[in-house]
């Protein structure tokens, strides 16, 4: 029924609306002039998968005077269609759901108002799904501090997060590319930037002591809209080692000078038997015929005549 009486406002005699409008930009925003026809202003889509459109409605009518609206779509060559649902995205909204989104074809819509004196229908709004994908904000953005360099080299962190619905990426339609800004705490303007990042975290080198602040965002690597920002989230970089980082020195300290002890006071005293069993005494070199008694004499005649004997 709704549809016959769109059809029946469009025929030339009842001249539909084209009047100048208050064009808006983004959602929640206030009327700054009365809007005399229907403005569709926004359309996103979280996935790929499906997507909303919001219009602001007209402002001009009298408390008693009734409206509804109406909106129409094609796809390429496809035929007019209505709006499959007026409810799910709330107020002056379409959604649109798996089986009415296609990706990689244009939707021109417009909506119109009617009432019971005439029907204000907005200017056409088209859009590509791939175009209006706009993520949601990263979640659970938390740090670990890594090897410290001393206050000079300053510490290295890890910086990790997560994205809040992570279904609406398991069948690849969106690939996220994340933007991590960060700067000190006394320092508001001074933002310090990671982009891209294509893995959901990212390491920090050289930090210098003191606080920060950090935040990240997201966007579709087909899509230029970058979600909202996450919270913020406050890292301090301290003033000495990490105290896990400490620990585990005191830890390997304490196994080394053990381990020293052991050698002092079980291998040096057997030192000697590990010598003997490692370098065995040289045996005493023997030769026939020839009186060891003699060499210690140091009488040349005595041992050239035993030779004499020995050989001749």
């Keep these: 029924m709704v549809l016959w009486l769109l059809l029946l406002c469009l025929r030339p005699q009842f001249g539909c609306s084209r009047m100048v409008y208050k064009e808006k930009h983004g959602p929640g925003e206030s009327h700054v002039a009365a809007t005399i026809r229907p403005d569709i202003y926004l359309c996103r889509s979280p996935n790929m998968e499906h997507f909303n459109c919001w219009w602001h409605p007209i402002d001009n ?3 008693a005077e009734q409206v509804t609206y109406v909106l129409i779509y094609t796809m390429d060559k496809n035929p007019q269609r209505e709006c499959p649902d007026y409810v799910t995205a709330g107020p002056n909204s379409c959604h649109f759901d798996r089986s009415h989104t296609t990706v990689w074809n244009i ?39 890594a090897d410290a360099g001393g206050d000079e080299m300053g510490h290295s962190a890890l910086l990790s997060w997560k994205y809040p619905t992570p279904a609406d990426l398991q069948y690849g339609w969106i690939t996220l590319v994340h933007q991590l800004q960060y700067r000190r705490v006394d320092e508001p303007d001074n933002w310090k930037v990671k982009y891209p990042l294509r893995e959901p975290h990212v390491e920090l080198l050289g930090l210098p002591i003191g606080d920060y602040v950090v935040r990240v965002r997201c966007r579709s690597h087909n899509s230029g809209l970058f979600s909202k920002w996450s919270s913020n989230m406050l890292m301090t970089i301290p003033d000495r080692p990490p105290t896990g980082k400490l620990l585990v020195r005191v830890l390997v300290s304490g196994v080394g000078v053990g381990a020293l002890l052991v050698i002092a006071f079980g291998v040096i005293p057997q030192s000697k038997r590990i010598k003997d069993y490692f370098l065995p005494p040289i045996p005493k070199p023997r030769i026939i015929g020839i009186d060891s ?8 005649h005595k041992i050239f005549r035993s030779c004499e004997n020995y050989f001749f």
């Design 293 to 300: 008694l003699l060499l210690k004499v140091q009488n040349k």
């Design 107 to 145: 939707y021109c819509m417009n909506v119109t108002a009617i009432t019971a004196h005439r029907n204000y229908t907005s200017k056409q709004y088209c859009v590509d799904v791939a175009d209006i994908v706009e993520t949601e904000a990263p979640v659970n953005l938390t740090y670990e501090l």
């Design 61 to 63: 009518l009298t408390n």
